[in-house]
T-cell receptor, first 113, second 112 residues
């Protein structure tokens, strides 16, 4: 089946540094990828829609200068959390659409200390 | 029984019993619905889906029911097993290449 590979699975960073999360579609081309954030005991909240070769579309309340999204190829989208702060600690998950349905990455647990 | 509070609502069931997890959605334009299972520290795992032109779909041990009139979705798990313990989310989508919107989620706890 269609697989989205997400890395890293977890990362701990110092406050003020930046962290990059990668999502790759392994056996299909993903012109669109979706990025979600999930806080403990809560649901997945859509952050942005990443489009290959164009600017991402951000949901209301999500700072585009803080959460930089790059979708430079049909198989790779990256989310960079810039100047991370403890409140950015969360579980970040990407999703893409193969021919049918949606497939999700395994998630990245970000802890900012 | 089911409890709702500041945390995810929890449904506790005895092993072997049937489980019913409910979800209310708000977007009448949604045409596609999916149930996901999420275990701690992992991404969502597809369980079953249903399109808006159907009201019932069955899989292996799972059944999804869709009531568009009251915008309600349910997931039935037959003969619930300890391995079914997880958080379950419903997700909906409008027609087209649009993102999934997730419901609040329910934690299913199976008592052996």
């Amino acid at each position: 089946g269609a697989v989205v590979s997400q890395h890293p699975s977890w990362v701990i960073c110092k406050s003020g540094t930046s962290v990059k999360i990668e999502c790759r579609s392994l056996d299909f081309q993903a012109t669109t990828m979706f990025w979600y954030r999930q806080f403990p005991k809560q649901s997945l909240m859509l952050m942005a829609t990443s489009n290959e070769g164009s600017k991402a579309t951000y949901e209301q309340g999500v700072e585009k200068d803080k959460f930089l999204i790059n979708h430079a190829s049909l198989t790779l989208s990256t989310l960079t959390v810039t100047s991370a702060h403890p409140e950015d600690s969360s579980f970040y998950i990407c999703s893409a659409r193969p021919h049918y349905g949606y497939t999700f990455g395994s998630g990245t647990r970000l802890t900012v200390v | 029984g089911e409890s709702v509070g500041l945390h995810l609502p929890t449904l506790s069931v005895q092993e072997g019993d049937n489980s019913i997890i409910n979800c209310a959605y708000s977007n009448s334009a949604s045409d596609y619905f999916i149930w996901y299972k999420q275990e701690s520290g992992k991404g969502p795992q597809f369980i079953i889906d249903i399109r808006s032109n159907m009201d019932k779909r069955q899989g292996q041990r799972v059944t999804v029911l869709l009531n568009k009139t009251v915008k309600h979705l349910s997931l039935q798990i037959a003969a619930t097993q300890p391995g079914d313990s997880a958080v379950y989310f419903c997700a909906e989508r409008e027609e087209g290449n649009t993102p999934l919107v997730f419901g609040k989620g329910t934690r299913l706890s199976v008592i052996a």
